[in-house]
C-alpha cells in the first residue's frame, strides 16, 4: 500500500514547492523573498532569485540579505557566486558589519579559495575570534595546516583569547600534521582554558589521537567527557576498528545503543561493519546488517560499501552482491569496494563483469578502480585479461600513475610473466617510489631471482629511496637461499644503524638466516633480545636447532614456547618432528603428530609426513615407515621414497629399499639417485649379480649419477665445484692445499675408512 502511494507522493511535492514559491514571492520584496527561501533552505532559488533580481535598474540588497546569501553559498559550496555575491555588494558601496565580514571570511574557506580569504582577512580593520577561526578552519579544512597553526600563534600574540571552535579547528589542522608533540601542547592550552569541558574541543582531541595511533589517549579523553554526543562515540568506534580493536568497537558500540541517547549513523554502522570484516566474523554482521535496515540506512552509500566489503572478505561473495545491488545509487566508492571484493575474493569473472556495468552506467573508472580489478589476476591463465586492463589502462591515461603501475608490475610478476615485471620496472625506475623498489624485490623472491635481488638492492641504495623494512626482509630471504653469511651481516649492520632491527619481520629474517647458516649461537642471541617474538620467532630458531642436530635443544625451545601459550603453527611442528627424528624420539615423535590436528588444528601436509617417515626409517622401523607412506592421506612423492630408501642404504634392508626405489622409478624412471642408492645398497650386502644388472640397465636408459656439488662464499663472490671438479681457475692451488691437509690428517693419527 505505501510503496504504491509513494511515487504520487513525490509529485505532490513538486507541485507544492511551486505553489510555495509563488505564495512567497507576492508581496513580499526581493529582499524579504530571498530570506524566505533561505530559511527553507531552498539555497538554488534563492541564488535564482539573486541573479534574476540583479536585472532590475533598482535592485539593491540590504546587510542581512548579502548574509543569508553568503551562507547559502557556503552550504552549497559555490565560490562562483560566493564571489558574484561579495562583488555586487562591494560595487552597491554597502559597509558590511563585522558578521557579514565573517560570514564572507567562511564561505572562502569553505570553497577552498584561501587566497581570497587571506586577502579580506588582511584588509579587516576589526577582527573578532570568528574572524581568525573562520581563517584558521578554512587552512585545516584544505590541508594547510601549517598556515593555521602559523595564524593560530599570531592570533594568541594578538590578545585574542580562542573559544572551542577555534580549538576544533587548530588541533584539526595538527592532526593533519602528525605533529603529535604540538598536539599534547594544544591538549594542555584547551585544559587551561575556560573550554577544556567543551565537546566541540574534546571531539577534536579524540580524532587527532585516533589518528595518531593513541588509542588509550583518545579513550583518556572519552572517558572525562561529562557529556557526549553521536560524534564522540563515533570517532571512538571508528579509532578501535581501524588500530585493530575491533572487540573493543563492538562493545563501545554496544554501549552506545545501551544507552539509548543516540542512534548510530551510517558511519558508525560503517566502523562497525569494518570491525567484523577484520574479525572474519560474518554472522556479528549479518546481526549488524539487519540492524542498519531497521535503522533506515539499508539503502544508504557509505554503509553499503563497508558491509559490501565484509561479506566479500568473508568469502560470502553472493551476499556481497545482493548488498550492493540494495544501494540507491552507487557512486564511483561503491562500484570501487565491490569489484575490489570480488578481485581480493579471487572471483576474477565477476570482478570484470562488475567493471562492465560500471562503465555502461556512465562512470568513469579511477586509479583505484584498475588497481583494485587487477588484483584479481593471480595466474598464467588470466595473464590475458591482465593484458587487456593494462591497455585500458594506457588508453585512459592511468598509466602514468604510479601506484598503477606497481599493481601492474605486481600482476605480471604473479602471472608469472617475471620478464615483463622486470622490463615494467626499468621503464620507470626513475618515477619508482619505495613501494615500486619492494615490489619487484619481493617477485624477485618469489620467482628464486636471487641475484636479482642483490643487483636490485645496489641500484636502490643509490636512489632516492632507502630500503625498509619490507626490502630488508627480502634481501634477508635471499641471503637466507644461498647461504651468504657475509652479505647478510651486512644488512645486519645496516638495519642496525637505521633502526630497522626493531622491526619483527626483520628481527625473524635475521634469525632464519643465523639459523639456517649454522650461526646457532648468533641467532639465539638475537631471540633472547626479542621483548616479544611471535611464533615465527620460536619456529625460526627451533627449525635451526633441528636441522643442525642440536635435538633436545629444539625440544627444550618447543616445550617453553608452550608454557609460554604461543600457539605453534606448521613450520613449528616440522622442527620438532625433524628434532624426534635426529634424537630418535619415536614415541614422542608420534604423540605430536597425533597432537597436530587433535589440539591445534593443523593438518598434516606432505612436509609433515616426509619427518615422520625420516623418524621412523632413522629409527631402524623400515616396514613401519613403508605402512606409514601407504595410509598417508595423499599420494607419496619421490622426497618421501627417497627418504626411505636413503634409510633402508643405512639400515641394509634390501627388500624394502627395492619397493622403495621401484616407487621411485616408476614416478621418475631415470631419476639416478634411486639407482644409485639401490646399486649401493646391493653392494653392501654383496648381491654383485644385482648390483651389474642395475648398472647395465642404468647404461642401457642413458642414466648418469648427477655429481654433487657445493659452494664456499670468499669475498662476495660465490665458488661452486663439483665432484672431482677440475674447472676452477686456482684448481693447482686448491689439489695442492687438499694434499697438504691429508698428510696434515695422517700425521694425526687419522685412518681413512675403507669400505
Not at 303 to 308: K, P
Request: with cysteine; hydrophobic share 40%; glycine share 8%.
Amino acid at each position: 500500500m505505501i510503496k504504491n502511494i509513494r511515487p504520487q507522493v513525490g509529485f505532490a511535492s513538486n507541485n507544492v514547492k511551486e505553489h510555495v514559491l509563488s505564495k512567497f514571492k507576492a508581496g513580499q520584496s526581493s529582499n524579504e523573498y530571498i530570506i524566505s527561501l533561505c530559511k527553507q533552505k531552498l539555497f538554488n532559488e534563492a541564488i535564482k532569485e539573486f541573479e534574476f533580481s540583479q536585472k532590475k535598474t533598482r535592485f539593491c540588497l540590504n546587510l542581512n540579505t548579502y548574509a543569508y546569501l553568503i551562507s547559502a553559498c557556503s552550504y552549497l559550496r559555490s565560490l562562483e557566486h560566493g564571489r558574484k555575491i561579495h562583488d555586487h555588494m562591494l560595487k552597491s558601496k554597502s559597509h558590511p558589519d563585522l558578521t557579514l565580514q565573517n560570514h564572507i571570511l567562511n564561505m572562502y574557506g569553505k570553497c577552498a579559495s584561501l587566497k581570497d580569504a587571506q586577502k579580506l582577512f588582511d584588509d579587516m580593520p576589526e577582527r573578532n575570534v570568528v574572524s581568525w577561526t573562520s581563517v584558521i578552519a578554512g587552512y585545516a579544512q584544505n590541508g594547510q595546516g601549517g598556515n593555521a597553526l602559523e595564524l593560530y600563534s599570531q592570533m594568541l600574540q594578538s590578545g585574542i583569547m580562542p573559544d572551542q571552535f577555534t580549538f576544533g579547528s587548530v588541533i584539526k589542522a595538527c592532526s593533519s600534521l602528525g605533529d603529535i608533540g604540538l598536539g599534547r601542547q594544544l591538549h594542555a592550552h584547551v585544559l587551561k582554558s575556560e573550554f577544556g569541558d567543551h565537546i566541540i574541543a574534546q571531539n577534536a582531541l579524540i580524532s587527532m589521537y585516533t589518528k595518531s595511533s593513541l588509542i588509550i589517549d583518545a579513550l583518556g579523553v572519552f572517558s572525562r567527557m561529562a557529556t557526549r554526543d553521536l560524534i564522540s562515540w563515533g570517532s571512538m568506534i571508528a579509532g578501535f576498528s581501524q588500530l585493530g580493536y575491533e572487540l573493543e568497537a563492538l562493545c563501545y558500540f554496544k554501549e552506545m545503543l545501551h544507552q539509548g541517547v543516540y542512534l548510530p549513523n551510517e558511519f558508525i554502522f560503517g566502523s562497525i561493519f569494518c570491525a567484523c570484516s577484520s574479525l572474519l566474523q560474518p554472522e556479528y554482521g549479518r546481526q549488524l546488517h539487519g540492524m542498519s535496515i531497521k535503522f533506515g540506512l539499508g539503502r544508504d552509500v557509505f554503509a553499503g560499501c563497508s558491509l559490501c566489503d565484509m561479506y566479500a572478505k568473508c568469502g560470502f561473495l553472493s551476499s556481497a552482491r545482493n548488498v550492493f545491488y540494495q544501494i540507491g545509487r552507487p557512486d564511483l566508492v561503491a562500484w570501487n569496494a565491490v569489484i575490489a571484493g570480488f578481485a581480493y575474493g579471487g572471483d576474477a569473472k565477476e570482478a570484470i563483469a562488475f567493471f562492465s556495468q560500471m562503465r555502461h552506467q556512465g562512470l568513469i573508472p579511477d586509479e583505484i578502480t584498475v588497481r583494485s580489478l587487477l588484483c584479481a589476476f593471480t595466474s598464467p591463465l588470466e595473464l590475458y585479461k591482465g593484458m587487456q586492463v593494462h591497455a585500458y589502462i594506457c588508453k585512459m591515461g592511468l598509466d602514468l600513475d604510479v601506484p598503477v603501475c606497481n599493481t601492474l608490475m605486481t600482476m605480471y610478476a604473479k602471472c608469472s610473466e617475471f620478464h615483463n615485471a622486470i622490463f615494467f620496472f626499468e621503464k620507470m625506475r626513475y618515477n619508482a617510489d619505495l613501494v615500486s623498489w619492494n615490489a619487484i624485490l619481493t617477485a624477485c623472491m618469489h620467482h628464486n631471482q636471487v641475484e636479482e635481488v642483490f643487483r636490485l638492492l645496489k641500484l636502490m641504495c643509490i636512489s632516492q629511496h632507502r630500503p625498509d623494512y619490507i626490502s630488508l626482509t627480502n634481501v634477508l630471504g635471499a641471503c637466507t637461499e644461498i647461504v651468504s653469511i657475509e652479505i647478510g651481516s651486512q644488512v645486519h649492520c645496516f638495519a642496525l644503524k637505521t633502526g630497522l632491527v626493531i622491526d619483527i619481520s626483520v628481527t625473524n629474517g635475521l634469525i632464519d638466516l643465523y639459523a639456517k647458516c649454522g650461526y646457532l649461537e648468533t641467532a639465539r642471541k638475537i631471540f633472547d633480545s626479542m621483548i616479544n617474538p611471535n611464533v615465527v620467532s620460536w619456529s625460526s630458531l627451533i627449525l635451526g636447532y633441528s636441522q643442525f642436530g642440536y635435538g633436545e635443544e629444539a625440544l627444550e625451545l618447543f616445550e617453553t614456547m608452550r608454557r609460554l601459550d604461543v600457539k605453534p603453527n606448521h613450520v613449528t611442528f616440522l622442527g620438532v618432528l625433524t628434532a624426534c627424528s635426529h634424537v630418535g624420539l619415536v614415541e614422542e615423535g608420534w604423540q605430536l603428530y597425533r597432537n597436530m590436528e587433535k589440539e591445534f588444528g593443523i593438518l598434516p601436509s606432505r612436509e609433515h609426513c616426509s619427518c615422520m617417515v625420516d623418524l621412523l626409517a632413522r629409527a631402524g622401523c623400515l616396514n613401519e615407515a613403508e605402512g606409514f607412506i601407504h595410509q598417508m592421506a595423499f599420494d607419496p612423492d619421490i622426497v618421501v621414497w627417497k627418504t626411505l630408501l636413503a634409510a633402508c642404504k643405512t639400515h641394509g634392508n634390501v627388500d624394502v629399499g627395492k619397493r622403495a626405489a621401484e616407487n621411485i622409478l616408476k614416478i621418475d624412471p631415470s631419476n639416478s639417485a634411486a639407482h644409485v642408492l639401490l646399486c649401493n645398497i646391493y653392494a653392501s650386502k654383496g648381491n654383485w649379480e644385482e648390483f651389474a644388472r642395475l648398472r647395465s640397465l642404468m647404461k642401457q636408459r642413458g642414466v648418469k649419477k648427477v655429481p654433487g656439488q657445493s659452494w664456499i662464499e670468499v669475498k662476495n663472490r660465490i665458488h661452486v665445484f663439483f665432484v672431482e671438479d677440475r674447472l676452477h681457475p686456482e684448481i693447482n692451488k686448491i689439489y695442492a692445499t687438499l694434499e697438504e691437509l691429508l698428510l696434515q690428517m695422517l700425521d694425526a693419527g687419522y685412518v681413512p675408512f675403507q669400505k
